[in-house]
C-alpha cells in the first residue's frame, strides 16, 4: 500500500511539474504573460465587448438570431473563465474594487448562476472533496447521477435540477434548498422569468397554431413580447446554451463516488464529437483537469500548454474520453456498473 502511495504521489509531482515548467516557458518566452491582472480585465472587456457587439448586430438586423445565440455564449464561455480565475483570486487580488468589479461583470454576462462570492465557497469545497457526496458544486450539475431523463434535464437547466432534486440533495451538510435559490437573486431570477416566459409565450403560441386557434393580444404585450424576444436572444439563450454545454461536459469528466485522490478526480474530455460543446464552454473538456493539479494556473495559460501537457498526464495515468463513465453514475471503477454508490472522503 506505502508503495502505491509513493507511486500516486510521482505521478502527481510529474503532472504538477511538468505544468509550471511549461507555464515558465511561455512566460520567458512571452514576458507580457507576466502582466497577468492586464490579461484578465483585457479578456474581460473583450468577451462583454463581443456580447453587446453580437447583440447589437442582431438588432439592427446585421446577423440572424442564431449567429447571436453562438457568437454570444462563445464569449459569455470566456466570462465562465474569468470567474473561475477570479475565484482563485488570480486578478487584482490586492484592488478589492476592481476585484469585485471584474466579479460583478462575470455574473451579468452568465445570469443563470449563483453569485460569484457564494460560489468561491462551494468551489474551494469542490477542491476539498471533489468527487464525494458533499460536492456541492459538481452534484447540482448532475455529477454522480444515473444516466436517464434527471440527469439531462440537470444539464438543461440548473434551477429545475436542484428543484425535482431536492430531496435527494438537502443531504449535503451545505446544500438548503430556499437559501441556495436566493443566491441566484437578482441574476439567475430575471433568467428564470425571462426565460420561462419566451418559452412559455412561445410554446403557448405553437400549440394555439397546431389547434387553429388564434388570439387577439393587447398592443402593450406585443411590445413586452418584442422585448422579450431580444433580451432571449442576446442574453438568455446564449446563457442557455452555455450552462448545458459546460454542464454535460463537467459532468461527465468528474469521477464520483469511489475517488480516494487527485488522480482519480478528473479526466480529459476532448474526443472530436465534443468538440461543439468545448466549443461554447471554452475548451473546458480538455483543460479543467489540469486546473486540479494547478489550480494557480490562468486558463489562457491552460490552453496554451495544454497540447504539450495531455500526453504527460496520460503517462502518469489520467483518462481520456471515458465515456463510460456516464453509464457509471461517474464512478472511476470500471467494473463497478452494477456496485452501490459509496462515497468516499479525501
Request: net charge positive.
Given at each position: ?20 515548467l511549461a507555464d515558465n516557458k511561455w512566460r520567458i ?6 502582466h497577468q491582472n492586464a490579461i484578465g480585465m483585457l ?187 431580444i433580451v432571449a436572444v442576446v442574453w438568455v439563450l ?109
Open positions: 500500500m506505502d508503495n502505491l502511495r509513493n507511486s500516486d504521489q510521482q505521478r502527481l509531482n510529474n503532472i504538477q511539474s511538468a505544468i509550471r518566452r512571452f514576458p507580457m504573460l507576466d479578456f474581460l472587456l473583450v468577451s462583454l465587448g463581443g456580447m453587446i457587439a453580437s447583440g447589437l448586430a442582431y438588432i439592427y438586423d446585421v446577423i440572424p438570431a442564431w449567429a447571436c445565440i453562438a457568437i454570444s455564449a462563445f464569449f459569455a464561455a470566456i466570462s465562465h473563465e474569468l470567474e473561475h480565475d477570479l475565484i482563485h483570486r488570480l486578478y487584482f487580488r490586492k484592488k478589492a474594487i476592481v476585484h469585485n468589479f471584474m466579479m460583478l461583470m462575470v455574473w451579468i454576462m452568465r445570469p443563470n448562476t449563483v453569485n460569484p462570492w457564494y460560489r468561491r465557497s462551494i468551489h474551494f469545497n469542490h477542491h476539498k472533496v471533489s468527487g464525494t457526496a458533499e460536492d456541492i458544486e459538481e452534484r447540482v450539475l448532475g455529477n454522480g447521477m444515473e444516466f436517464g431523463w434527471k440527469r439531462i434535464i440537470t444539464s438543461l437547466d440548473g434551477f429545475l435540477s436542484i428543484s425535482v432534486r431536492r430531496k435527494e440533495l438537502s443531504e449535503m451538510k451545505l446544500f438548503n434548498y430556499f437559501p441556495f435559490v436566493l443566491k441566484g437573486a437578482p441574476m439567475a431570477h430575471l433568467y428564470i422569468v425571462a426565460f420561462y416566459g419566451f418559452l412559455g409565450f412561445h410554446g403557448f403560441q405553437a400549440i394555439s397554431s397546431l389547434m387553429d386557434i388564434h388570439h387577439v393580444y393587447p398592443a402593450w404585450v406585443l411590445q413586452a413580447i418584442d422585448v422579450l424576444n446564449p446563457n442557455t446554451l452555455r450552462a448545458f454545454s459546460l454542464h454535460s461536459v463537467t459532468s461527465m469528466l468528474h469521477y464520483y463516488g469511489d475517488v480516494d485522490g487527485l488522480l482519480k478526480q478528473c479526466q480529459v474530455m476532448n474526443h472530436w464529437a465534443l468538440a461543439p460543446l468545448n466549443l461554447f464552454c471554452f475548451n473546458f473538456g480538455s483543460t479543467h483537469a489540469m486546473h486540479h493539479f494547478v489550480v494557480s494556473q490562468p486558463f489562457y495559460l491552460r490552453q496554451l500548454v495544454a497540447k504539450e501537457i495531455h500526453p504527460i498526464m496520460r503517462e502518469n495515468g489520467i483518462r481520456f474520453n471515458d465515456f463510460d463513465a456516464i453509464l457509471r453514475a461517474n464512478r472511476f471503477n470500471k467494473s463497478a456498473v452494477n456496485e452501490p454508490l459509496v462515497a468516499t472522503t479525501i
